[in-house]
Structures are given as structure tokens and as C-alpha cells.
């Protein structure tokens, strides 16, 4: 590693611990596979939201999934559900891909707390995990349903994207029993990925962060 990464003594790097602190450090001493920091300062991590939001993803074909869970991270996720519902025609998930893509993600864009990846085997076990409002984007919901009539100061959020196949009735009704509500991304049927991007994408917008 340190080899790939050609540390030098004297080098300055931030390294992090996954808990929301960033470590200001100098290299004090290098061998063959491993570097020595001394930690000169420690600052708290600004990059994350100030609320809590969730992907909660239907199991899409892997290499969806995965640009879905990429996104989701650097849009500020802190928590990702992937969920098996009626209509899922893609059960398994390479879950060790995934989790090395919610590693770089993170890294790629200076967080400092990883999200946490977490599975559910039908729609009433990603409610349990899910926190906060819980937000469905649903292909068949009214128009005039959008997510800026949705969103206040709320703690947190959970934005359910359902699979290449839709939601079941019974399952946005099982939802609706849960108090979830639906929304509209308009009048176009977007790719699951691409409606958790813009579902995410919309609630940090309208949030201001
Ligand atoms: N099989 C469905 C159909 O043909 O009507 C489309 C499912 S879509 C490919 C996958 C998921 O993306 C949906 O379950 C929903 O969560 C979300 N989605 C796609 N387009 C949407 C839209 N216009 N409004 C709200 N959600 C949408």
C-alpha cells in the first residue's frame, strides 16, 4: 500500500476512522507495507447532512444496483436498504461489491462516516429498518404528488425506489398502512436508478444542503 501511495516521511494526509472525524496527519516513518502518522490536529467532518436520509433500494440487477448505491452515497445517504418486493426479478446481491463501493464513495467525496448497507426480505422488513418519513417513488402516483409538497423540517427521510417490474397495489397499500406517501417524479418512467438519483437528489435540493 504504502508503495502504491509513495508515502514520505513528512507527508501531510487526512485520514479518517469512519465516525465522523477527520485526523490531520504527518507521516513520521515508512517500511514496506506500512506508514506511521503522528495525528496533528482533529477536526469534526463537515460533509454530512444535517438529517438523516435512507435509500431504501429494490434488488435491481447488480451493475444498476450498483451506480444506485455510488450515487446514493455521494448524495449524502446514511443508511442503504436493499429490499426484495413482489416483482423483484433479481434476488441476489453481491453484497461484498457493494459494500466496497459504499468505501470509495465515501472516499471519493470526503465523508467521513460510512453508510451503513443493511438487506430486507419484503417490503414490512425495509419498513422496519427504514427511519424517518418514508417517501415512495410510484410511477402510478398523481402528477401534481412531488416531493417539494413533502418535505419539511423533518429529521430524517426514506426514499423507497421500487424494482424493473413497479410496486404490487397490495404493496403500496401495505406501504400507505405504514404511513408512507407516494410521490411523482413525472410523467416519464425512469430506470429505478435513475429515480433514486433524482428522488435523493430532490430531497437534498429542497432541504438546501
Ligand atoms: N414497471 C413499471 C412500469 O412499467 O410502469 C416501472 C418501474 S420503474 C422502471 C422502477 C421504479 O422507479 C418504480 O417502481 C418507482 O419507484 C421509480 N419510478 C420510475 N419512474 C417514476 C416516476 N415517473 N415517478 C415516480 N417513481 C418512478
New binding site residues.
Partial sequence: MTGVLRFRVGFRLILCDGSGNDYYCTVTAVDKDKAVCQVDEIHPNESELSYDLTLAM?RIKQEKLEIAVQKAVEIGVKRIILFASR?TAEPKVRQDRIERIVKEACKQCGRAVLPQVSFADNIDGMIDKAEGKLL??????DLQSRLSDLIGQEDGYSV????????AREEIEQLAARHAET??????????E??AIV?LGDVVCIRGE
Fill in positions: 429494490s416483482y415512495v417513488a410510484y410511477e402510478k402516483a423507497v425506489i421500487g424494482p424493473e417490474g413497479g410496486f410521490f411523482s417524479l413525472g410523467a416519464r418512467i425512469l430506470r429505478a435513475t429515480a428522488s
